[in-house]
């Protein structure tokens, strides 16, 4: 039986990937118990368990949050994870490290007909301190030749995430407004969890992405997330919704829209049209599940 450590497995992929994963052994920490940027007792840790594996599931992901907290944001972002690079790369073990969409400028690349998803192949440019942090956390990741650095974006799961506030919203509102002019792929906990589980069956050490297939606006998103409800969304341009809402605290991404090049090119992109893994999770929700 493989001994897996999860860290921050009490987030949203971090429990996802305990239920997917119940025929291993899984030692998870999340935080108090654990801090990911305290070098000595995280090698302590892991030395005592020798684990086959360590997947970091931890993160500050509060992007506006890591905007005013600075200093936290790079202590769990980048931090973190190059100890956790350093520590495994000494155990000579393999280190799973998830990264995102931020860690590009998020106004895309001019393809042939209009913007192109991002590739692995592309320059990052971060312009927020989140997307800055989460960089850095990628570079120490790859410390440890034996790395697998998967980039997600707009992830929902057992957590609090956009698919949950908007059947909340609809609780008690006829309308709600919601930006028509940010592109990108929601993304499934259970989905990417098996991109996880399938990458460290291999040695194909390297870095990711890990989005559902196809694109949409968070408006479509909202529209199809409340389409059995009698809620109406209201699709606004983000300049339109600061006027209304305020300014987000960090920038959000135009263009989030990653393409899986790396797991077609091993054969491993098994993620599903992302309109079917948002009514998996809402049945799930129905059912609480979750
Ligand atoms: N959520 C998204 O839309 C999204 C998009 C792209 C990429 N990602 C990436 O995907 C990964 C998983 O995201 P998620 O949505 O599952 O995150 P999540 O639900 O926010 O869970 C992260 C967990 O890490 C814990 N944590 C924070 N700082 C820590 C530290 N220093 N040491 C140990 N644990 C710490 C958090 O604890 P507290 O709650 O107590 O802080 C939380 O339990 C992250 O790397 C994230 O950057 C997420």
Redesign the pocket.
């Known amino acids: 039986m493989r001994k897996i450590f999860i860290?921050?497995?009490?987030?949203?992929?971090?429990?996802?990937l305990t239920r997917l994963l119940s025929d291993d052994e899984v030692i998870g920490?999340?935080?108090?118990e654990?801090?990911?940027?305290?070098y000595e007792p995280?090698r302590a840790l892991i030395k005592e368990v020798r684990p086959d594996v360590v997947i970091?599931?931890?993160?500050?992901?509060?992007v506006d949050g890591c905007e005013t907290m600075e200093e936290?944001a790079y202590?769990?972002?980048a931090?973190?994870p190059k100890n956790l690079g350093r520590i495994t790369k000494d155990l000579d073990i393999p280190f799973v490290?998830?990264?995102?969409?931020?860690v590009f400028d998020g106004e895309g690349i001019q393809g042939e007909n209009g913007l192109r998803p991002y590739t692995e192949d592309d320059t990052p440019g971060p312009v927020s301190v989140?997307g800055k942090s989460?960089l850095l956390?990628e570079e120490g990741t790859k410390v440890n030749p034996k790395h697998f650095i998967?980039?997600?974006?707009?992830?929902?799961?057992?957590?609090?995430?956009?698919i949950k506030t908007m059947r909340a919203l609809s609780k008690n509102h006829d309308v709600v407004t919601v930006v028509d002019d940010q592109y990108g792929s929601p993304?499934s906990?259970v989905d990417?969890a098996q991109a996880v589980v399938d990458l460290i069956e291999t040695e194909n050490y390297g870095t990711y992405h890990a989005t559902n297939q196809g694109v949409c606006s968070w408006a479509d998103l909202a529209e199809e997330v409340l389409k059995d409800t009698s809620t109406e969304v209201k699709r606004v341009t983000s300049e339109e919704y600061e006027k209304i809402a305020g300014k987000t605290v960090a920038p959000r991404p135009k263009w989030s829209v990653l393409e899986n090049k790396h797991l077609q090119d091993v054969g491993l992109d098994s993620f599903r049209d992302w309109k079917d893994s948002v009514h998996e999770y809402l049945e799930k929700l129905d059912k609480e599940e979750l």
Do not use: V
């Open positions: 860290t921050g497995n009490n987030g949203q992929l971090g429990r996802e920490y999340d935080l108090p654990l801090d990911i940027s305290q995280t970091n599931c931890a993160a500050m992901t509060n936290e202590l769990a972002n931090e973190g490290h998830i990264s995102t969409d931020y989140y989460k956390g998967l980039r997600t974006a707009w992830l929902y799961g057992d957590g609090h995430n956009f993304t906990s990417l």
